[in-house]
């Protein structure tokens, strides 16, 4: 793991205040990476799959193309929120109860999302995440058979390309993820890629029945400042740890 760059923040999770924080281009995380207290935080660098530079070898293709699952979209996203929250066993996660519940709402909202894989009719893999204009988050992941986590990730993936997004946010990079071709990015990369595509009026959608809402006003409009304020809190940090 990189360093910390944004070390943890005051712990806010309404929907509006989650759509900020994702927009200001940090994540939810243990503030000491493992477990207890979970923050808003920035490490140094940020993992991002540019979806024009999706990869797959032949062994993850036949398993994204497995003919045994169906892929659907925001079908049952309270369902794989609970799964990627409750892990079995009973081992804590970072999404929190409050975090569970901003998530509900903003799905709600039209701007969090489920990538789902099905067999036989059942529930038994996906993904979620927070759509800011023309890009998508992945915050968490969970699987009941083998290789439903891979599928319901590849075809997202494909989905999210075809469909005009630019890229996804990964926050961290796993081997599950750099199969694809997720790499790391200084977070400053990161911000200037955010930029460009967080304001969308008219952000790319999932499918063409629904119609993906633009970042409210109020975030839309106050957004410039605070990428001003990360910017010199960047340099300020920089100087402090040189």
Known sequence: ???FLWPGKEFHVLPLDILWHYACGEFALWLNEHDGPVGWMKLSHRGIQDLGKVQMSNKTRKRVFCPKFEFRIDCRFGEVLEACAHRPGGKPTWIT???LAGYLQLHEMGY???????????????????QIGGMMSCDSMFHRV???GIFAWGQALLRMKDRGYAFVDVNCVTPAFAQFGEEWVPQWRFEGILRSVARMRRP????????TPSLPTAIRMT????????GIYRRLWGIMRG
């Open 112 to 130: 969090a999302h489920s990538f789902e894989c099905w067999e036989d009719g059942c529930l038994v893999g996906g993904a979620f995440g927070i």
């Open 1 to 3: 793991m990189f360093g």
């Open 204 to 211: 790319p959608s999932l499918d063409d029945a629904h119609v």
């Open 223 to 230: 957004l410039p400042i605070a990428w001003a304020a990360g």
């Open 97 to 99: 109860p409050e975090l």
């Open 146 to 148: 083998s290789n439903a």
